[in-house]
């Protein structure tokens, strides 16, 4: 059965729906720092040290990082006569930033067994103690120039929240132990059947306007031509994605882009990544344990390839970020996010359009570009987004793992074609014959 909404007017608000947040920095701040830190709480020392892949860095790592980006782009060039805890720091803990001066190898990050963890947390402390009065300047007058960055500062580390969990996952997949970051599991519900909101086509815009907090990628706000299509209600659900399985959709060459079959057969990739066969039934590994496959919960830690090859074994194709943003708008900023303690994506069983924020990002058609009119920022926070935009994908919403305040109808995630470790997975869309729309 096929439900289907019309939409043709977006709604104006770029920040739709989101939650009050507490109003000084210092505040924001604490409440942000502290959260990261309630993350490791699960977690046992030997746990922070390991890096399981080149993508996925150690808990350690993510919670010094964040603070170096603190000391390098806020202590150093505000704070007067700012001394570094350890020198030696900057290099370990500059993840990509080329003109803020040399760094570790990435890959060997599961190397560095010290600083301890221990001393990690001191370095972590020495920054939030040395912030202080900056935050207090800041707060007192709203025109200071570390403003901004000590605001960056703040939704980087929740970039970096969510890298965390990811990470650890990996990590705790790695082990043969499986061990279990949390003891819980939730079942999802039967979902609604699928159901279809139609895009009119036409001259629309898209892109960040206002003055609240966004990545640069996110604008300037500007004009797109929408062809007439539609988007499904609901994402794609393991059942789903289990019926592409068994027809052979790891087999077909057909289905695939020519880099996706080439790396299907290089990595032998029979299933999303998570999923093992145990005695003849499909099982997946969630922070909480390697349990049976929820055939009602979303699809989750597949790849662009896997994304666009179901999209086309199923007759459809996936979204273009336009046509998900214009439907996103006329929607709240509301969902699974990692303040709902699931930590993994869910069904609930509603109907009509849903899922637009939380659960999973959702894989978008379009490359990851700049929008016209983009500029980087000088120096080195330029480097933060515009040089990766090259051989990477859109992805919007949000996932289980991403804090609600960091979420945004704007928000434009990137990755490549073949990554998987991020809770990504499929929203798909179709086009609509001019006429019908
Ligand atoms: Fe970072």
Redesign the pocket.
């Known amino acids: 059965m096929t439900l289907a909404t019309s939409l043709s007017t977006p709604a104006a608000a770029s920040d739709l729906g989101r939650a009050a947040e507490p109003v000084s920095l210092a505040e924001r701040y604490r409440t942000v720092r502290t959260a990261t830190e309630q993350l490791c709480t699960p977690l046992h020392t030997e746990d922070y040290v390991v890096s399981s892949m080149p993508d996925v860095s150690p808990t350690k790592w993510h919670l010094a ?2 603070s170096w ?1 603190f000391e390098t782009f806020a202590l150093a060039p505000f704070a007067e006569h700012y001394r570094p805890l350890n020198p030696k720091y900057a290099f370990l803990f500059n ?1 990509y930033y080329v003109q803020a001066g040399e760094r570790h190898c990435r890959a060997q990050r599961g190397l560095v067994t010290r600083p301890t963890v221990a001393e990690v947390y001191e370095y972590r402390a020495h920054v939030d103690a040395q912030l202080q009065p900056l935050l207090a300047q800041v707060d007192d007058d709203p025109q200071h120039p570390a403003r901004e960055v000590l605001e960056l500062g703040l939704h ?1 580390e929740q ?2 929240q969510e890298l965390l969990l990811t990470d650890i996952k990996h990590v705790f997949w790695s082990n043969p132990m499986r061990p279990a970051y949390r003891a819980d599991r939730r079942v999802s519900s039967v979902p609604a059947p699928q159901g279809w909101t139609r895009v009119d086509g036409g001259v629309r815009d898209i892109g960040y306007e206002g003055s609240a907090f966004h990545f640069d990628n996110e604008g300037p706000r500007h004009r797109v031509f929408v062809q007439p299509s539609a988007l499904a209600h609901r994402l794609t659900t393991n059942g789903e994605y289990l019926e592409f399985i068994a027809d052979g959709g790891y087999r077909r060459p057909e289905l695939w882009l020519s880099r996706g079959w080439a790396t299907v057969r290089e990595h032998d990739w029979r299933a999303p990544l998570y999923w093992e066969s145990v005695n003849g039934a499909w099982h997946e590994f969630t922070l909480a344990g390697t349990g049976p496959l929820d055939p009602h919960a979303p699809v989750t830690h597949v790849s662009y390839f896997e994304a666009d090859a179901y999209a086309r074994w199923a007759g459809k194709r996936l979204p273009t970020e336009a046509e998900w943003e214009v439907v996103a708008r006329t929607q709240p900023l509301a969902g699974r996010f990692v303040d709902a303690g699931v930590l993994h994506p869910h069904s609930d069983g509603a109907s009509g359009l849903q899922q637009l924020f939380g659960d999973v990002w959702q894989w978008t058609q379009s490359a990851y570009l700049a929008y016209p009119g983009y500029r980087a920022s000088a120096g080195a926070l330029g480097e933060y987004n515009g040089k990766w935009m090259s051989d990477q994908w859109v992805l919007r919403g949000a996932s289980c793992a991403t804090p609600a305040s960091h979420a945004r109808v704007t928000y434009r995630n990137f990755f490549p074609s073949d990554a998987r470790w991020q809770f990504t997975g499929i929203r798909l869309a179709h086009d609509v014959p001019e006429g019908e729309a």
């Open positions: 990082h964040t980006f993840s980087h970039q970096h």
